[in-house]
Structure formats: structure tokens, C-alpha cells
């Protein structure tokens, strides 16, 4: 609770309360894993720094621990999962306010530039993804 509110005197948003006040729950978790999974394979090559980052992201703004940010971490990266893309982009939208859909964003891009810079496939993935998480 007091993270959130040094996230909202910061100008951050907490992604683990909801825009109606409930903990976010394991799917939207597993949504956001699942959106910054797909920002990390835009350029076909993958890292494993990028991985470790969207561990930690994990962790950090959903107050998980490290075992639970594992497992969502390999749910996200499974075909069946990714599948579900649509689904999970419909899920923050739906539950998270404007500036925590900023929140994901922003966290999409940090996960691209963990190599120093952004590629045209990680930039046309970001720009997707704003425009369908209602942020153009």
C-alpha cells in the first residue's frame, strides 16, 4: 500500500492495484508478462538480459516474489500463451487506468532498450501496442 502511494508521488503507477482498487489478479499478471514478452522477441533476437529484466519488472511492480515471477515469466513465453495476445491487450485496457497503461507501455520500451537502443521491430510493436492499448 505504501509502495503504492510513493509510485503516485513519484508520477509512476502501480500496476498491482487495479483502476477499481482490487489486486490485480494472476491473469492480468500473466497479460502484462505476456505484453512485454512480445516487445522482447520484436527483433527476432531475444536476450537473456531482456528476460531477466521483465523478471525483475515482475517482481518489482507486482510485489511478487522470485519463484512467481519464474512461473509467469514461463507462462508468458509459451506459443499458447502469446496466442492469447488480443485477450490479454482487451484485459489492461479493461482493468488498468490510462496512466497505468502508460505504466505498461513504459515498461514495454525499458525491456527494448536493455540493448542500448530500439529497432524497427521493437518501435512498430511499441506503436501497436499504444494505439491498442487506447494511447495514441
Avoid: C, W
Avoid at 522477441?41 to 531477466?52: C, I, V
Avoid at 500463451?81 to 479493461?94: D, G, Q, S, V, Y
Avoid at 527494448?112 to 499504444?130: H, N, P, R
Wanted: proline content about 1%; cysteine-free.
Amino acid at each position: 500500500m505504501f509502495q503504492n502511494l510513493r509510485d503516485f508521488f513519484k508520477g509512476q503507477s502501480s500496476l498491482e492495484i487495479t483502476k477499481d482498487g482490487i489486486l490485480a489478479d494472476e491473469h492480468l499478471q500473466l497479460a502484462v508478462a505476456a505484453v512485454l514478452y512480445e516487445v522482447m522477441t520484436a527483433d527476432d533476437m531475444p536476450l537473456a538480459e531482456e528476460g531477466e529484466k521483465i523478471h525483475k519488472l515482475l517482481m518489482k511492480k507486482f510485489g511478487l516474489d522470485d519463484s512467481k515471477a519464474d512461473i509467469l515469466s514461463l507462462l508468458a513465453m509459451e506459443t499458447s500463451t502469446r496466442e492469447r495476445l488480443p485477450e490479454f491487450i482487451a484485459a489492461i485496457r479493461e482493468n488498468f487506468s490510462e496512466d497505468q497503461r502508460r505504466e505498461v507501455l513504459r515498461l514495454a520500451k525499458e525491456v527494448a532498450l536493455v540493448d542500448g537502443e530500439i529497432d524497427l521491430g521493437e518501435a512498430v510493436t511499441a506503436d501497436v501496442l499504444a494505439h491498442k492499448l487506447g494511447l495514441d
